[in-house]
Each structure stands twice: as C-alpha cells, then as structure tokens.
C-alpha cells in the first residue's frame, strides 16, 4: 500500500505541481503577483520535495534497495516522520491553492 501511494504522489507531484511551479513561478506567467505568492509557493515546494524524497526513500528502504550503511531499524518512527512531512506539506499545499485562487486578485489562467 505504501509503495502505491509513494508512486501514485510522485506521478501527481511531477504532473500537477512541478509544472505549475515552473510555469507560474519559474516563468512567471501572467505575473506579477504579490511577493507572497511567490515565497509560500517556494515554501510549499521545499516541503514537498523533502517529504517526496523522504517518503520515497523510506518506501525503498522497506524493500530492501538502499546501500547498507543508509539502512535503518526503526522502520515506524521512519514512517512516522515522513507522515509528519506529508501532513506538513499538504496544510501549505491548502495555502497555496488559497493564495493561487481565492486570495490573489490575478490567479493563474491553465491553458
């Protein structure tokens, strides 16, 4: 089930939150917005990833595919962090959509 989840998010990260970030941050496309915008998103972002790598570290160490020295025992606590990671990012993840589409008086415009 973990390994599922940890896949099915990185197919949606890539897809549906790195090309957002690339196109309306990175580019800044339909810009400028406020400073906010740009520094909660780049926030989330850094979370996200973390989490993502993280957690997909953590997936791989379960099946036994990390080198010997990064492997770990205590597997829960392991799990646990990156939960808290998660959850971490998915309540800046509600931010940013608030500040992209509620907050911002120009939200980005998907073609």
């Known amino acids: 089930m ?3 989840g940890a896949t099915l998010n990185l197919a949606l990260v890539l ?3 790195a090309l957002p ?3 309306f941050v990175l580019r800044d496309q339909g810009g400028p917005r406020p400073l906010g915008f740009y520094a909660l ?3 989330h972002a850094v979370a996200g990833g973390a989490a993502l790598l993280f957690g997909l570290f953590v997936v791989l160490r379960g099946h036994d595919l990390v080198p ?3 492997r770990f025992e205590r597997y829960l606590a392991f799990m646990r962090t990156a939960f808290g990671l998660y959850l971490a990012a998915t309540i800046l993840g ?3 959509y608030l500040t992209w589409f509620v907050w911002i008086p120009n939200p980005p415009q998907f073609f």
């Open 2 to 4: 973990q390994t599922g």
């Open 15 to 17: 897809w549906m939150m």
């Open 21 to 23: 970030f690339r196109d």
């Open 41 to 43: 998103t780049a926030v």
């Open 68 to 70: 010997r020295r990064l």
């Open 94 to 96: 509600v931010l940013v």
